[in-house]
């Protein structure tokens, strides 16, 4: 990829800059674009010290001007680039007798390119934390690795010690049984007793010595536990609870596993030495020996050791989900739920032998007003390799439902903490029982706090709340956290939004749009690090002049983006989150029909809509807006093909698609041609029984917004899309309109469904004013009302007083695309709907 189509991929604030660098004429943008590859491969840099080299790339320059020139002439929809590139060699012909100096301008901007994108990498590194944590994260498992290596060195040194202490103490009680039946003189007893004595030092030394290594593998043991339990678990934790609210975290445990195995399989190690050393004591003891003082307190450090590993790898792998859900961690009652366990020391012999059960609330009885629940399904199972991808122990409970557990009278209750339904926090448990080698401990996890509705319209609450939690609470057993939940900075609050927007369309926020916001909740300021956001601002208090709340605005324009939006989304098309006065000022800066897409501020669930600009003959530029598309829109035609296919009323009701470029300057056919769908009648969903094109057809400053020229304060209502359709006056935004005359047919007035259901043209047809599904089917009482009220109207007018009416209409009845249009309408409902209208010598068989 070419320098120059990176600078075209940036975002809106950084292709702002490169665009901005090119206002000028010493380097036109067009000869950059058309000459890319060639440009960034020639040594400008050398060509600017250097005059011969200077003069060798001039030449080549205007050759290759010469070479595009050429290819322009050639194409029919050139002529403008024809023009523009004579001009520029005629400008740079003023180079002529110091090349070098138009070297050393394409090396500045070639350089000032570069600049713009290492700034845009670094940006979006820091955005999406790709700077240091990766390093860090890297540099720590990379420690964790030497160290638990280090560790398993020292067990099979110390493998070999033992053996070696058996071996000498084996020798020691061998030559002290022979001496004690050997009959010899005194000089060669006491010369034994001397070669025992020091035989016996040995031995103590080396006890002593294997003790004290057993000491420092604990220590060394205590703080790799430490560091796995303190800090890589609780890492994995945090990762596992951003991700469950969209962040693109690693939550794989396959790491986890292979560290906690191998640290516990070293501790059983140790403990087996320790036995060993029992063994040995049982054989043979002697004063002062050091094994009966010193074992036992490093026995219990073996087992509190073992333990905390054992109790910490017991955790839950997926938190517990509907199928059909927001997302996880919300559950309805009496709808199944999945959720998995998995136990990270994996050994095969502990294979389907553990039994996992599971239950909720173990904690809540003692909390008043609290809702209670029975888990009914399958609540108990065995840890077991099978249902694993990668072998680990887990438990997969895939069809749990819970029920609500009457208590006295029922219901809800009064609660002592006044939290609605949806601020109610649950936990979801697990117990287990660990008994391997001598070992007996029991094992208990619980789920991140889950929120259990009632009834799906319940869900956008429940998922706000799912947000908030994940957000600010890393204590999954806080399940008073909604009783005074703390606000959240906007760091954090901007992250986690990202994060929904990502999960819904490939994309999570950037700075443009995140400022945008910040605007829109605190006003303009110089920095946004010391202001926050409490939880009755974002999920309870409805926003200024709205009847909805700042998620449910947000959550609506998420499901449009996730229903609709995606791929615009994730390619950068939709700039989505701009003010009306920072479009003015975006826009009117560019040519002519430039336009951009941006989501309403006004629609409750979600709503999209463009805005373009076009200059008047006295070169003002003026902002048009269209009233937003919502889901029922999309639904039925899809948002490139509405761009496609849209139209607005000029001068003698001619219909001109005013979207010529994408901000900043992306044709339009460029940037959404590989979304055009070129199906034909019978092929279109939306279209099953017609072979049409639907159009959005306008009379200027009719169905759009002429943005005036005043300053407009960037959160003043002004700024709001209209709350509806009929509240819009003339200057609000309103979904383009079906002209009063149709510029298909001559001065005639026609119903627009009617008109996409008889005409069957190749070119284009108008379209209504909202995109309510075609019917399959046209009743005969169909055609009578519109052929009645609008048909004869426009059949009088288009025919002239010497027409055969009867014998037009028989060619019209005998018309295929008409009678494919009217599958249930016979030719006699139309005459007899004609001879109503005074024609009563219609013939009633066509």
Known sequence: MTQWERLQQLDTVYSQRAFDLYNGDEFPMEVRHFLASWIETQDWERASRDSSQAAFLFQ??????????????????????????????????????????LAAIINWFLVKEKEILNDAELAQQVQMLQVQPPTMELESQRQMEKKIKELKIKVEVMEHSIRSLEEQQDEFDFKFQTHKMDSCTKEEKNKQIEGLQKMLNTLDKCRKNFLSDITAMLDAADCLSSVLIDEELVDWKRRQQKSCIGAPDDTSLEQLEKWFTQIVECMFQLQKFLQKLDELLGKMSYANDPIPVLKPPLKIRVDTLLTNLIKSSFVVETQPSMPQGRGPLVLRTS??????????????????????????????????????FNVLGTSSKALNMAESTNGGMVADFRHLTLKDQKVGGGGKGINDLSLSVTEELHNINFQTQFDYQGLSVSLETSSLPVVVISNSSQQQSAWASVLWFNMLCSDPKNIKFFEGSPPASWAQFGEMLSWQFLSSGKRGLDNDQLETLAIKLFGKQQSYDNCTIPWAKFSKENLPDTNFTLWVWLDGILNLVKGYLSDLWSDGSIMGFVSKGKERVLLKKKQNGTFLLRFSESIKDGGITFSWVQYSNDGNPSVQTVKPFISTDLKQIALPEIICNFRIMVAENVPVNPLCYLYPNTPKDQAFGKYYSEKTGEENPYLKYLKTKLVFVSKDRNGCTSVGEGPVSDLSPQDRDPPSFSEAGDDDDILLQWPEKSPMLSSSTIDPFLLNSILDID?????????????????????????LESGMDILKEALSPDTDVHHTLQEFLNSQNVLNSMEHSTPEDIIHCFQDLGYPNMPLTP
Do not use: C, W
């Not at 001007?65 to 740079?92: I, M, P, V, W």
């Not at 070119?763 to 209504?768: A, D, F, I, K, V």
């Not at 309510?772 to 055609?783: E, L, M, N, V, W």
């Open 60 to 101: 080549v320059l205007l050759e290759n001007l010469d070479n595009q020139f050429s290819r322009f002439a050639q194409e029919k929809d050139s002529f403008l680039l024809q023009r523009n590139f004579r001009r520029y060699k005629q400008n740079f012909q003023k180079y002529q007798e110091e090349p070098y100096t």
């Open 335 to 372: 709808v199944q739920f999945s959720v998995k366990v998995r136990f990270l020391y994996k050994v095969p012999e502990l294979n389907h032998v553990m039994k996992v059960s599971v239950s909720i609330d173990n904690t809540i009885s003692q909390m008043k007003g609290f809702r209670r």
């Open 763 to 787: 070119g284009e047809s108008t379209s209504q004013d909202s995109f309510s599904q075609p019917a399959p089917h046209i009743s005969s009482s169909f055609f009578q009302q519109t052929i």
